[in-house]
């Protein structure tokens, strides 16, 4: 598009938007047939864009004072008496409303609605209250069961801890009448008055040499002569 019909387009613009014209032509559609190709492309944007912050006054309206719109006396004096008439209508109709509210409220609280209620919160409380007592003897058996499941491997405990402590006390009796036995054996072998002199003469004969070594196996590796 050159500059001239830009420039023309423009115009013409301008002269479809004068407010004499009343915005006929905006309406049947004849703006946006104007500014399309013949391909159906748009050239121009349908919607009227914004102005920013920034952007400076238009020149048409640089001097304008804005005047508030004038207001006609009568017009008001009727404004004023139907607004009255609203609040007044409005205001009976929220009292209907609360007083019908208020009312339901005081039926369920005190009329057949009341005593209907108490009679269900009643017959809930019973479903409730035998419902409780099931719990509370279903429970009442498991914790029998666990107290004597518990009570019995107590027992069970005990009973093995003292046949435990009988059976270490019969070993301990055991090892020890061992032990008094190996020692009245090595009894026979003391030296006493009645064969010492026996003993004496043992000794002298069949002489012992305790001067030898031994290496870690415990085997004699070097023993000296006896003189």
Known sequence: MNLSKLRSNKTLLRT?????????????????????????????????????????????????????PPVDPAEMVVLRERFSEYTMIMRALRLEFKEEVLRKKYEEETGSQAEERARQDAEEHRALMAWNNEENRRLLHIRTMRIQQETEEADRKKLEAAIKREQEQQEFIKEKEKEILQLQEEVKNFINLENLDQRIEEALDNPKNYNFAIDKGGRVVKQTMLQ
């Open 16 to 68: 479809l938007l004068r407010p004499e014209d009343g915005g006929n032509f905006l309406n049947n559609g004849f703006f946006l047939r104007l500014f399309t190709s013949s391909r159906g492309a748009v050239l121009v944007a349908a919607v009227r864009g914004r102005k920013s912050r920034n952007d400076p006054v238009a020149k048409s309206k640089e001097g304008r004072v804005k005047v508030p």
